[in-house]
């Protein structure tokens, strides 16, 4: 794995999921947040933890950020914060920057000036809670973009003892094979990357990775 130095500002509920999650696989992370207690409580769960106003630009500054691999705006307490911490980060950063946002006004005023790579984790969860109800098959759904997603499936039967180059996948629903899940004596196996000659087997976990639309169409048609 290669180990990122990753930024993370605004320590809420879900930043400090992020700060957690990326520490405990390896990551540099450094934790920013205004509130001295709350920088004092996360401390022991990343490499470096900061207490200062992201809109301070010197302040922000000082912290390196221009060496980050990965700068992620997870929180702001306000629509104003935000917009001023997002235009720092635009002017210093070298790497990519990721910010959330909780509207359609900030997603388009934040679009507008030139960040690419937006999120909003409630809407993700509410959206893969959806998918996974209306669709039996979905074991597992991830949300990259608005656009594109990640899904575990359930092979449809009419794929089991079928290579995979017989099953279209590709063609037909312009997906890609990410990898296969199989269970072996009780234990979940990762096949890797699959090739063409690989055949499904009853239970197999086709992970598959296309647009929001093209999934549906394969879910509908084999949900």
């Known amino acids: 794995m290669l180990r990122k130095k990753i930024c993370v500002i605004g320590i809420g509920d ?28 996360i401390k022991d769960e990343c490499t470096h933890a900061v207490c200062l ?28 914060t935000l917009v001023v911490t997002t235009d720092i980060l635009k002017r210093h950063c070298r790497g990519d920057i990721i910010v959330r946002y909780r509207t359609g006004m900030q997603r388009k005023v934040l679009t507008m000036i030139g960040v ?18 209306s669709h039996q098959s979905i074991r597992r759904s991830m949300i990259l973009s608005d656009e594109y997603r990640l899904v575990e499936a359930v092979a449809p ?8 180059l017989r099953t279209n996948i590709k063609k037909e629903y312009n997906l890609n094979i990410v990898t296969i899940k199989r269970q072996e004596k009780g234990k979940e ?7 063409g000659d690989t ?17 549906e169409k394969f879910l509908n048609d084999h949900g």
Request: avoid cysteine.
């Open 14 to 41: 879900f930043g400090r999921a992020v700060v957690s999650r990326l520490y405990e696989e390896g990551h540099e992370v450094t934790a920013i947040d205004k509130d001295l207690d709350t920088i004092e409580e």
């Open 53 to 80: 106003d992201s809109t301070d630009e010197k302040a922000l500054v000082a912290q390196s950020i221009d060496e980050m691999d990965v700068v992620i705006l997870a929180s702001a307490e306000s629509f104003e």
């Open 116 to 133: 690419k790579n937006l999120f909003n984790p409630e809407k993700a969860a509410a959206e893969n809670m959806a998918e996974q109800l």
């Open 157 to 164: 039967r009419v794929y089991e003892a079928q290579p995979l």
């Open 189 to 195: 196996t990762i096949l890797g990357i699959p090739d």
């Open 199 to 215: 055949i499904i087997h009853e239970g197999d976990i086709l992970v598959l990775f296309g647009t929001l639309d093209d999934i």
